[in-house]
């Protein structure tokens, strides 16, 4: 009797080539959609830099599309999350989090892309919910429970960690918005600092404390 070849699970070593292939691959289509934009992009082109067959390229992804998606997931996953401490101040764990997520996104690929999203965004109108749907899984809804765990913001958390996270990136807005610098590190903690807790005194938290 044969057996299940199926069953036999990969060995380590297969496993992880295919992973670092897997990446290798995302990596030069983010770079190739940074460079020449979404339309211009083929798979065809994607397959020969990345050193695989079409076939495989459609087995990992199934178009173009599909591909876009997991290259801006793959960007996205990089974010960084809120930890909770047992700082008394949860505002030094706001503070570690806005310097990690502001260094994260003046990453140049991280830029590339924002600027790739805002300039075909109104072409691609899938663009939209994509990056809706980055923001609130990876960044508003996280951060929202964060500010409701740690008594900062209960009653609107959504809208709470929506204005800080727009506090935070204020930077790079303007750089993508009127050409402005991106910060430097010691500019980003400065920034940070300012914003965190500008926030915190605006804060069910912080009006408590004042109130004290």
């Known amino acids: 009797m044969e057996a299940d070849s199926s069953a036999i699970p990969a060995p380590i070593g297969r496993a992880d080539q295919t992973l670092a292939k897997k990446r290798r691959l995302l990596q030069i289509a983010r770079e190739e959609f940074i460079r020449q934009g979404y339309r211009a992009v083929t798979m065809d082109a994607i397959a020969q830099a990345a050193g695989v067959s079409k076939r495989t390229l459609y087995l990992w992804h199934e178009d173009k599309a599909a591909l876009f998606r997991a290259c801006l997931n793959a960007g996205v996953e990089r974010f960084p999350l809120a930890q909770f401490s047992d700082a008394a101040e949860p505002e030094s764990d706001l503070r570690a989090f806005g310097v990690a997520l502001l260094q994260e ?5 991280t830029v590339g892309m924002a600027r790739l999203l805002m300039r075909e965004a109104h072409e691609f109108s899938e663009f939209g919910p994509l990056i809706r749907q980055s923001r609130d899984d ?41 050409d402005d610098a991106l910060p430097d590190e010691q500019q980003c903690r400065l920034h940070v600092e300012i914003a965190v807790r500008t926030f915190m005194r605006g804060t069910e938290r912080g009006a408590n404390a004042a109130a004290a």
């Open 105 to 109: 996104f003046t990453r140049p690929s």
């Open 138 to 178: 990876y960044l508003a809804r996280p951060l929202a429970e964060y500010l409701v765990r740690t008594g900062i913001s209960k009653r609107d958390s959504g809208s709470a960690a929506m204005l800080l996270l727009s506090m935070i990136l204020a930077p790079v807005h303007n750089a993508l918005l009127v």
